[in-house]
């Protein structure tokens, strides 16, 4: 992919629904933009009907080489879909409140920094899952997580942030586990009871807790994380593990591979990088390697994309007080 930043042509998919002050939103990129050399870029926004991937597809077809995706989870989740096998890069400048592929994807919050890093042209080729015709870039799951998404409130993840999920998962810790058959690529079935499955290209969690230290998002694989506490002792010492970041952690099974094939006795509740999407029965992954291109701080050498996010958060305050100034 040519690096060059003479001219670059570029567009921005903003969910209007997740920005405040859409004029500032607006001046400020474009105007760091400008200020990096970069053309004036699309502006196209998402719509109940078409929450992104449409209007990414729109983008592509007008020969832009960076598409900014700028809303919550879902927006850039649709943006990951319109660009799956092209060679357009994806930029995030997160506006939403769970954010769970930032925090992945080396990613900071802050809108400068998601500027800067997509100026600097820092790239990072990533695997993608697969779920039927859906796309997802950090993880799919079933059962306890998507629950806990469920009973997570739109204002309390405003007012207080990832902690929010804690709320919405204490309601579900007694919840009766399912029975799940678990296939990996041409393995025989795993039979077990499980209160989440996990499909995971990454293993970052909200609020920076490492649920899959050895998942690599380019590694041509899929982790699968199956969570079987029985007692709220047993969800203790998961989570007293986790925080700790501990070699291995209790109640909790592992498996590697590039097909997933998840079967319940019963419907369950199931996500998508951090949005619900229908519930069923089943979760059938397959992983599509290096099929995204990202922008990211640090795509060489760091084999956690979270490298050097802070640092050029504060590169990117500074080209945003250029531009500024330039008004």
């Not at 590694?219 to 007293?240: E, F, K, Y």
Request: hydrophobic share 40%.
């Amino acid at each position: 992919m040519d690096r060059r930043t003479e001219a670059v042509r570029s567009a921005v998919v903003v969910n209007p629904a997740k920005v405040t002050d859409p004029g500032e939103l607006r001046a400020t990129v474009d105007g760091a933009l400008a200020r990096a050399g970069w053309a004036e870029p699309m502006w196209l926004e998402t719509t109940v009907d078409d929450p992104g991937e449409g209007q990414t597809r729109h983008a592509v077809e007008a020969g832009v080489e960076v598409v900014f995706a700028c809303g919550g989870d879902g927006t850039v989740m649709s943006c990951v879909a319109g660009l799956v096998g092209t060679d357009v890069a994806l930029a995030i400048l997160p506006a939403g409140t769970g954010n769970l592929l930032a925090a992945n994807l080396g990613l900071s919050t802050d809108l400068a920094a998601g500027i800067e890093v997509a100026v600097e042209r820092g790239l990072r080729q990533l695997d993608v899952g697969r779920l039927g015709d859906r796309y997802f870039v950090v993880m799919a799951g079933m059962g306890f997580d998507a629950k806990m998404l469920a009973a997570t409130s739109e204002k309390t993840k405003a007012r207080i942030g990832w902690p929010a999920y804690v709320v919405g998962a204490v309601r579900h810790l007694r919840d009766r586990p399912m029975r799940v058959q678990i296939r990996v690529d041409d393995r025989p079935p795993v039979r077990t009871r499980a209160h989440t499955v996990l499909v995971a290209n990454v293993g970052r969690l909200q609020g920076g807790v490492t649920l899959l230290p050895n998942a690599e998002p380019d590694d041509g694989l899929l982790d699968v994380a199956v969570l079987t506490p029985r007692t709220i002792r047993h969800w203790l010492a998961m989570g007293w593990a986790l925080v700790r970041r501990r070699g291995r952690v209790p109640r909790m099974q592992v498996y590697r591979g590039r097909q997933v094939s998840i079967t319940s006795n019963r419907e369950q509740p199931r996500e998508l990088d951090g949005d619900l999407i229908e519930p069923g029965r089943t979760l059938e992954a397959t992983v599509r390697p290096a099929a995204l291109w990202l922008c990211v701080p640090r795509p060489e050498d760091a084999p956690d994309l979270t490298v050097d996010a802070d640092a050029a958060g504060e590169r990117g305050e500074k080209l945003v007080e250029r531009a500024q100034d330039r008004r």
